[in-house]
């Protein structure tokens, strides 16, 4: 494999790395760590 | 008589408001309270529900709700005038606090308060507000002026359904927290209960109150309730350009001396009068001013019997109120309301509950209302005189007359079901058909070009074999064909905010209503249902303004049935490559199959459901409005940047997954002939089940489960691994079948998971599947008949 090769390939996987990174970061908009609003989701605190 | 009995534009004085529970307490809530006059405008084009016109908004109601409404029709002009002049007699007005207390000049920067009294917050403490309003009255548009942000806004009632929080702009120590629109503090809708637990467990330092001047009467139901909290309180009073442009006036100092609060009136769409709220809330937040008037019952009034029963309970609870930091006058008029959160949280005695039950029941006898009602009509008769105090009304809105015109046509007997269809189908084919397809051949080419440019560099600098194949074909296969598809999903988002924006979609709810009522659905359902066939994530997110817990269920279900955009790549393909000639109709024949098949799935599960019985249908319908531009561009925006991080994240990685099990063996060996790699293997063990319907080939299968992670996946993997010519005309059609009903992405099956737990989201992914197969073999049955 020569220079060109490595670096194309070194390209993708630092991207394919970078994209899981922001996959796993990526919260839902339902997050309601920080206090209850109103996302009424099988977790929220105020649905009754 | 009845409500249900009376005719078209017929007007009534509400006698008696029956019923029990939530409904009866929103219809009260909503204004529908003995004494008031309203007007029959139209039903629905099959008959139900009723449009009324109460309060000077169009309220919509079901004929069996309104079967518990007792009314008194108004024959004669005379007797209109009767109605007002009773009111006037009746009712004392209400005089300035001006004079008697401590708050001169209200709504005058720096004189909110007097000097010696004045104890401000700590030096850096974080003013945290509320944005409290009632639902449509321009809320988010009024979060997004204040803190910058590009949160969707939508004329329909009940489109924030998440909380939202930001900084104002230019001021850091501030966190604004949008919340979605109520028109009470009553704990019967999810919206209530979570406005109330963020006012009152989260104790922001004041609230925003944002009021549609327009509408104001109705609107300030919510602002006494909010006053009788006794947090720091600036009104808002929003859409005052229009008031003004329909020669309206509001008399606004006169109207914050009377209230003991701010007022500042702002046009939050146009920005005016933003700034000066801010320096308002921000004031009133640090001074920790409080609202100067809680006191909306008076002695003189009907008897005197509503204002004995409020102070006397006052004075029995205040101490258990003080212990379980409940404002005292908000949590009197919760108990005689009967709020059983309240009575649980104040614990009282058996002894006080029984003094609490004979102050109530005295009250009712003498004041000849029952509890809620009497409640509701002591706020609305203080608004009402507070209003005619202070309010210039227009006669009759621009805005309000051009609906009427509007809706004579949209939401006409004979007109409203075929327009209807018309508008879905034309969004549909000019998505897809008229503007979609040639912008995406556009960019499919530019793509390619791209792809093959990079091809060619790769070669000329000795680029390996492997490694070329993972760009060209991995990436540039899988993202690119995915990404190709942005400008059909751009369209079809564009068209669905227009009909959003400008209120039309409250009206598909008005007009389908009775419909999906046979369904076991209710009118609010078509909303989430519209929305499915742009993304099922949202549209599942949206089922949260549906107040039945049953309804939500269901709209789940039947959600992802709605094709998808993310299926449109999918049809194109197919449809194209394999009926060229009749590829618009191949397109709307699977949306129709995708429609049929949720009516049925509608129609056997309400059969299984032994309660189906649908929520009731209350709502309020907008006026119609131009969709503003800038709303549009900041859905489209957030739409397309959503897309595009999808095919640069999730999609991405699964192509570059799937390039590498389909180049590997499980020796990590590079194989020659793509039948002995990894994922032929795996996708091996699933494909006998799809032998009947002649897709049991290994890359089929793998398109097909690649499509759990993404829809758009089924062609970016058929593009990775050249399946086209393994299929014909003949198994092209139940692969789209399938494609259509199968289960929605791994997002959609989260969102499923996050509103009704993981057995629901399985039971959704089952169902789905064996849905799909089942009809996917069906239509394959069909389809020998003609291939």
């Known amino acids: 494999m020569n220079a060109a090769s490595i670096i194309v390939l070194s390209v993708v996987l630092l991207a394919v790395a970078v994209a899981c990174y922001f996959i796993v970061k990526r919260k839902p908009n339902t997050d309601c760590s920080s206090g209850c609003g109103g996302c009424n989701t099988k977790n929220c605190p105020s649905r009754k | 008589m009845l409500l249900k009995d009376l005719k078209i534009g017929e007007s009534a004085v509400v006698e008696k408001v029956g019923g029990e529970g939530a409904l009866r307490q929103h219809l009260l809530d909503m204004g529908m309270i003995p004494g008031t006059e309203l007007t029959l405008m139209k039903f629905a084009p099959m008959g139900d529900p009723m449009e009324l016109r109460i309060h000077g908004y169009l309220l919509t109601l079901r004929l069996a709700d309104a079967e518990n409404i007792e009314v008194r029709r108004i024959d004669a002009e005379s007797e209109h005038t009767d109605t007002k002049r009773k009111l006037r007699e009746e009712y004392p007005y209400y005089e300035s606090l001006h004079d008697h207390n401590a708050h001169p000049g209200f709504g005058e920067e720096g004189k909110f308060h007097s000097k010696k009294d004045e104890n401000p917050l700590p030096k850096g403490t974080k003013l945290t507000f509320a944005l409290v309003g009632q639902q449509n009255c321009g809320k988010t548009t009024l979060f997004n002026q204040l803190t910058g942000a590009k949160q969707h806004v939508g004329n329909f009632p009940g489109v924030t359904v998440d909380r939202k929080d930001g900084v104002i702009l230019g001021h850091n120590d501030t966190l604004v927290t949008d919340l979605p629109g109520i028109y009470s503090l009553s704990p019967y809708t999810a919206e209530e209960r979570v406005a109330r637990s963020v006012i009152m467990e989260e104790q922001p330092k004041a609230i925003i109150n944002i009021v549609d001047a327009s509408n104001i009467e109705r609107n300030l139901y919510l602002t006494v309730q909010l006053m009788e909290l006794g947090i720091p309180l600036v009104l808002a009073l929003n859409m005052m350009d229009e008031v003004r442009n329909n020669n309206g006036s509001i008399r606004v100092n006169e109207l914050e001396k009377i209230l003991g609060i701010p007022v500042v009136p702002i046009s939050a769409a146009k920005n005016e009068g933003v700034e000066e709220l801010v320096e308002h809330a921000i004031h009133v937040a640090k001074f920790q001013e409080k609202p100067a008037r809680q006191d909306f019952c008076r002695k003189d009034e009907s008897g005197g019997a509503v204002h004995r029963s409020i102070h006397s309970i006052m004075h029995l ?427 929605p992405c791994v997002a959609a099956i989260a969102s499923v998971n996050r509103e009704l737990g993981a057995k629901w989201a399985l039971f959704i992914v089952i169902l789905q599947c064996a849905v799909a197969w089942v009809c996917a073999y069906l239509s394959y049955l069909l389809a020998t008949l003609f291939f």
């Open chain 2, 317 to 743: 609870i205040e101490d258990k109120a003080e212990k379980a930091k409940i404002p005292v006058r908000f949590a009197t008029l919760k108990l005689i309301e009967g709020d059983n959160l309240i009575l649980e949280a104040l614990d009282l005695s058996p002894r006080e509950k029984d003094t609490l039950e004979h102050i109530i029941s005295q009250m009712e006898e003498e004041r000849g209302l029952d509890r809620s009602a009497a409640i509701a009509d002591m706020r609305y008769a203080f608004i009402q005189k507070l209003c005619e105090q202070t309010v210039v009304k227009p006669q009759e809105s621009k805005e309000y007359l051009r609906s009427r015109k509007v809706d004579r046509v949209l939401t006409g007997k004979w007109s409203a079901i075929p327009i209807f269809l018309a508008i879905i189908s034309l969004v549909i084919y000019m998505s897809i058909e008229l503007l979609g397809a040639p912008l995406q051949s556009l960019l499919e080419n530019g793509i390619a070009l791209l792809s093959d440019f990079a091809d060619r560099s790769m070669a000329s600098r000795g680029v390996s074999d492997a490694v070329r194949s993972l760009v060209v074909d991995g990436v540039f296969g899988g993202v690119g064909s995915v990404l190709s598809f942005l400008p059909i999903i751009i369209i079809l988002f564009f068209f669905l905010s227009l009909l959003e924006d400008s209120g039309y979609m409250a009206r598909i709810a008005f007009v389908m209503d009775k419909p999906l009522r046979k369904l076991g659905l209710s009118g609010h359902s078509i909303v989430p249902l519209l929305i499915g066939f742009g993304c099922s994530v949202p549209a599942i997110m949206a089922t949260r303004t549906l107040s039945s817990t049953n309804d939500r269920k269901r709209t789940i279900l039947l959600t992802p049935f709605m094709s998808c955009s993310a299926k449109i790549p999918i049809y194109v393909f197919f449809a194209g490559t394999f009926f060229p000639d009749h590829a618009g109709l191949v397109v709307v024949l699977l949306y129709l199959l995708g429609v049929v098949v949720g009516l049925i799935t509608a129609l056997v599960t309400k059969k299984l459901y032994r309660r189906t019985e649908a929520a009731p249908f209350v709502m309020e319908l907008p006026n119609y409005r131009f969709p503003q531009a800038k709303n549009v561009g900041h859905l489209l925006w957030d739409k397309s940047m959503d897309f595009v991080k999808r095919a640069f994240t999730v999609i991405f990685v699964a192509s570059v997954a799937i390039w590498a099990l389909q180049t590997f063996d499980f020796q990590l060996n590079m194989v020659q002939n793509a039948a002995d790699s990894m994922l032929a293997k795996v996708s091996g063990v699933v494909a006998p089940l799809f032998v009947p319907m002649q897709l049991g080939d290994w890359q089929i299968v793998t398109a097909l489960v690649t499509g759990f992670i993404a829809k758009e996946m089924v062609v970016s993997t058929l593009g990775v691994l050249d399946v086209v010519s393994v299929i014909t005309p003949l198994t092209a059609i139940p692969m789209l079948v399938f494609c259509l009903l199968y289960t």
